[in-house]
Each structure stands twice: as structure tokens, then as C-alpha cells.
């Protein structure tokens, strides 16, 4: 009787998930990342034409790089940690409330990690950054929901006989 999400399940999972985050990068983090610093064009004999603003990195590549911060951050904590010690509790409601309560700290620092990486050129406000990595938290556990329904009636999902 085996149970636990099978390949397709994961790439189902993976694919929901870097899709919404590009959205998210798109309409909630690249608008605000717009006001960047100057950056010069010193080639440019004209130094006052020569000054552009830095855009900011595709939506794309922002959304690709959080799924892979969240594929292996979430590969190495949910092997390691969580299931070393989630295993030793039994298995009940509470168990999963402990289980998404200790994904609070790692997606905080998961989100604050790819502001830096990819924006790390752009001066977001102390609130606008705070702002977008809860509003980014609760993204991802929104996907979590999804994902755990979704696993219930897509082929490759959960499956238990």
C-alpha cells in the first residue's frame, strides 16, 4: 500500500508553484523594484544623456530561482529535519500545525534570500520588504493548500489503496 506523491505529483507541484511565484515577482515585486538606483554609461561622451535606471530581473528568472530556493531548502529540511522529527509525534492535527509552523522561520528567510539575490540592486523601504516577503509567505502556503488537494485528484499525486 504505498502512499506519498509520486514523480508526476512533484513536477505538477513544482510547475503551480513556479508559475504563481513568477506572478507574484511580476505584479507584486517588479513594480516596486522599479525605482532603482542610477546606473552611468560612462561610454557615453554625453554624461547627463547617459544615465538609465537598472531594470529589474525578469519575473521569469525571479519566479525560476524561487522554486529552486523552495525545491531544495524544502528537499534537505523536509528529509532531514522535519522528518526526523515529526516522526516521533504522533500522527494528528496537531503534528501538522507544528509541521507549518516550524515552515514560518524557513520561508522568511527563504523569501528575504531571493529579495537579496535578485534584488539586491534595488532599494526596497524596511516596510515595503517586510510587506513583501508576508504577503510572499502566505503565497507559498496558499500553494501548499493547493498543492495538498490538488495531490488528492491529479494522476501522480497521493495516492492510497
Known sequence: ??????????????IAKFIRYTAFCRWMIEPRAIASVPVCDYSSTHFADSTAFADPPSAFHAGAARTVIGVLVGSVVGLSIFSGLLDRLPSNQTTTLIFFA???????????????WMYREFPFSPGTRGRLVTLGILTSFALDAIGILAALVIPGGIWIC
Open 1 to 14: 500500500m504505498p502512499a506519498g506523491p509520486a514523480p508526476g505529483g512533484f513536477a505538477y507541484f513544482a
Open 102 to 116: 516550524l515552515l514560518v522561520p524557513i520561508r522568511i528567510l527563504e523569501w528575504r534570500f531571493l529579495l537579496w
